[in-house]
């Protein structure tokens, strides 16, 4: 019985000290420097993606305006306004899906560097 006990905490013992050793392995400073450098240039250009698409998409309600106070009676109006909130909810629905998107990548990057 003594036997058996010595040996199953010498084996826990073992298990114990080797796991930890084996399932952190944390990347080099070199590594890391490059991913955190990567990092920031994606998420330099998502800014610059999100300025233009937002550039954009103020130009188109410029004109969707335009198209309301040029309307010469009330179907075509309702028929402007429909078109610009179409535009804005598609242009939210887009900007939504563009975040989310990006952040997945961020957090499967970040979990594939300490994999």
Same mark, same amino acid.
């Given at each position: 019985?003594?036997?058996?006990?010595?040996?199953?905490?010498?084996?826990?013992?073992?298990?114990?000290?080797?796991?930890? /050793?084996?399932?952190?392995? +944390?990347?080099?400073?070199? =590594?890391?420097? @490059?991913?955190?450098? =990567?990092?920031?240039? /994606?998420?330099?250009?998502?800014?610059?993606?999100?300025? $233009?698409?937002?550039?954009?998409?103020?130009?188109?309600?410029? =004109?969707?305006?335009?198209?309301?106070?040029?309307?010469?009676?009330? @179907?075509? +109006?309702?028929?402007?306004?429909?078109?610009?909130?179409?535009?804005? #909810?598609? $242009?939210?629905?887009?900007? #939504?899906?563009?975040?989310?998107?990006?952040?997945?990548? +961020?957090?499967?990057?970040?979990?594939?560097?300490?994999?």
């Amino acid at each position: 019985m003594k036997r058996m006990i010595a040996a199953v905490m010498g084996m826990v013992f073992i298990v114990g000290m080797t796991v930890p /050793a084996l399932a952190w392995e +944390r990347p080099s400073r070199q =590594e890391f420097r @490059a991913f955190k450098a =990567e990092r920031h240039q /994606a998420r330099r250009q998502f800014r610059q993606d999100r300025k $233009f698409d937002r550039r954009q998409y103020r130009v188109e309600q410029r =004109e969707n305006r335009r198209d309301f106070r040029n309307a010469q009676n009330r @179907a075509e +109006r309702r028929q402007a306004l429909c078109e610009a909130r179409r535009d804005q #909810r598609q $242009f939210r629905r887009e900007r #939504r899906t563009d975040v989310r998107e990006f952040r997945r990548d +961020r957090r499967r990057d970040l979990r594939d560097l300490f994999d």
